[in-house]
């Protein structure tokens, strides 16, 4: 199953399936799904193709119910604001097996991550968005924990904050922005675009098509935040600046901001 933007719509392909379908029933009056086309691309493949009403994606699911199969589209919030969103923040790593990356000086990943997320869900929450953080403190959390967090939550947009680390410690190499579906790059870019305002910031790109766990989900849109680079002595002196760990946090709330105004504006 894949998600298309241009048009938008959602690609389902069922292998070892023989289609013998003559019609199909379109209910009217349905908010998101506009028509549904089906055909055999092979002896047996047969492919439906879910054009939907919506310009923007606010995730998705599937599943089985005994033999039946269930697409189940998430409907575009009727409110298109911080303040009628729930945004789950994941701050990475945790627990004494996962520090993540450790700068020259000692300063850990995982510490930095969680402060940093507590930092944008206090501005967040001053813009009248309802925010849930996958952990609160130094524990463990698997990646499938952590998706079962935000869809117990409803989280609408989910945001993973971490460190980047890799490069030598000499060379500056800023922040970036990674995303696993095209549907979900314009959100990345408006993050990264906002990130790298702030003075000294550069930036390693704009990633797509990334394999990171949490954002593989397809349930609500996600996006892996690397802020700056542990790694390097200039970014590593930067990050245990706790002043420079909430404007990097506001620019990040100030790319979600542009957002959902984008979104807000596609769709009337």
């Known amino acids: 199953v894949k998600e298309y933007p241009?048009?938008?719509?959602?690609?389902?392909?069922?292998?070892?399936?023989?289609?013998?379908?003559?019609?199909?029933?379109?209910?009217?009056?349905?908010?998101?799904?506009?028509?549904?086309?089906?055909?055999?691309?092979?002896?047996?493949?047969?492919?439906?193709?879910?054009y939907l009403k919506t310009n923007t994606s606010w995730g998705f699911s599937l599943d089985y119910t005994g033999n039946t199969l269930n697409l189940n589209i998430k409907h575009v919030p009727q409110n298109l604001s911080l303040k009628g969103l729930v945004i789950g923040i994941d701050?990475?790593?945790?627990?004494?097996?996962?520090?993540?990356?450790?700068?020259?000086?000692?300063?850990?990943?995982?510490?930095?991550?969680?402060?940093?997320?507590?930092?944008?869900?206090?501005?967040?929450?001053?813009?009248?968005?309802?925010?849930?953080?996958?952990?609160?403190?130094?524990?463990?959390?698997?990646?499938?924990?952590?998706?079962?967090?935000?869809?117990?939550?409803?989280?609408?947009?989910?945001?993973?904050?971490?460190?980047?680390?890799?490069?030598?410690?000499?060379?500056?190499?800023?922040?970036?922005?990674?995303?696993?579906?095209?549907?979900?790059?314009?959100l990345a870019k408006h993050l990264l675009d906002n990130m790298i305002t702030i003075d000294g910031v550069g930036h390693t790109g704009l990633v797509g098509n990334f394999n990171f766990t949490l954002s593989s989900f397809t349930e609500f849109p996600c996006i892996l935040v690397e802020t700056v680079y542990i790694s390097t002595l200039a970014e590593e002196?930067?990050?245990?600046?706790?002043?420079?760990r909430k404007t990097m946090m506001e620019k990040v709330a100030k790319g979600l901001n542009d957002y959902v105004k984008e979104c807000k504006n596609s769709e009337l």
């Open 237 to 244: 002196e930067m990050l245990a600046d706790p002043q420079f």
């Open 91 to 186: 701050a990475g790593h945790g627990g004494p097996q996962s520090l993540g990356a450790v700068g020259l000086s000692g300063l850990r990943e995982k510490d930095m991550n969680l402060d940093m997320a507590f930092q944008l869900k206090a501005i967040l929450e001053k813009q009248g968005a309802k925010v849930v953080l996958s952990r609160d403190k130094d524990v463990a959390l698997t990646m499938l924990e952590r998706r079962d967090f935000f869809l117990a939550n409803k989280a609408d947009i989910v945001l993973s904050i971490h460190c980047n680390a890799g490069a030598g410690p000499l060379d500056p190499m800023g922040a970036s922005t990674y995303y696993r579906y095209n549907v979900y790059k314009p």
């Open 6 to 50: 241009e048009p938008h719509k959602i690609v389902l392909d069922i292998y070892g399936v023989q289609c013998n379908s003559n019609w199909l029933v379109h209910n009217p009056g349905l908010a998101s799904v506009d028509n549904v086309d089906v055909e055999s691309i092979d002896s047996d493949i047969t492919r439906f193709t879910v």
